[in-house]
């Protein structure tokens, strides 16, 4: 199937480590993608991975890619009140229609800092 | 600054009644897209436009319609025909068709009185 899988819920405590997991099914997928929404937001692209990669880091942020076991996880570092959000994996629709803007998301999982 | 532009943030349907969402950025991006997001779901595309005056079908078409006759606007219009309305409206764009990187605008609120 076409599923990304993600965890709906994660809360933590400020300044602990946040760990997001995803896993993602098209192994030929060219980059994958972390998305972060704010309440009756949109969504703004966070960060991204190439898929010959295998870790990505920026600032508090770090992607981790296995792609023997199609797992893609996001760790923010120094957790903040304002971290809060949803966040979206996303990964490339191959073969739709020619458009690689086509994403296939998961259905995002709610990140709950407490002070 | 440059963005895309959704509005209304909340609009009301009522039955059997057709309407519409605008969507206008001055990215100067090729290609756009509308996608529906339901609570606790993951985000569904509709449509989408790779070049002014062409669109394509996305996953949940059926009830709703597009246009493209303008490289920065990209309106989408929910039908009566789309018996389920209610959902958050989320416009897209990239700056050609090939990029996957999407900027998204603020989103529209649709709901049914």
């Known amino acids: 199937g076409e599923d990304v899988e993600q965890s709906l819920f994660l809360s933590v405590r400020e300044g602990d480590s946040s760990v997001i997991n995803c896993t993602y099914t098209d192994s030929s997928s060219t980059y994958l993608y972390w998305y972060k929404q704010e309440p009756g937001a949109g969504l703004q692209l966070l960060t991204y991975?190439?898929?010959?990669?295998d870790m990505k880091q920026d600032q508090r942020l770090t992607v981790l890619l296995n792609k023997k076991d199609k797992h893609l996880s996001l760790r923010i570092a120094d957790t903040q009140t304002g971290d809060s959000a949803i966040y979206f994996c996303a990964e490339s629709k191959r073969n739709y229609g020619g458009s690689q803007g086509n994403l296939i998301f998961g259905k995002g999982t709610k990140l709950s800092v407490k002070p | 600054d440059g963005g895309i532009t959704q509005s209304p943030k909340y609009l009301f349907r009522k039955e059997g009644q057709n309407v519409t969402l605008s969507c206008e950025q001055n990215l100067n991006h090729d290609a756009m897209y509308w996608y529906r997001q339901d609570p606790g779901q993951g985000l569904r595309l509709i449509y989408y436009?790779?070049?002014?005056?062409?669109?394509q079908k996305g996953d949940i078409a059926e009830g709703y319609s597009v246009s493209r006759e303008k490289k920065e606007s990209f309106p989408l219009t929910v039908t009566s025909a789309q018996k389920n309305p209610t959902a958050f409206y989320l416009c897209?764009?990239?700056?050609?068709?090939?990029?996957?990187?999407?900027?998204f605008g603020s989103g529209t609120q649709l709901s049914v009185l």
């Open positions: 897209a764009s990239t700056d050609s068709p090939t990029n996957e990187k999407l900027f």
């Open positions: 436009s790779q070049i002014v005056n062409d669109f």
């Open positions: 991975i190439f898929s010959n990669m």
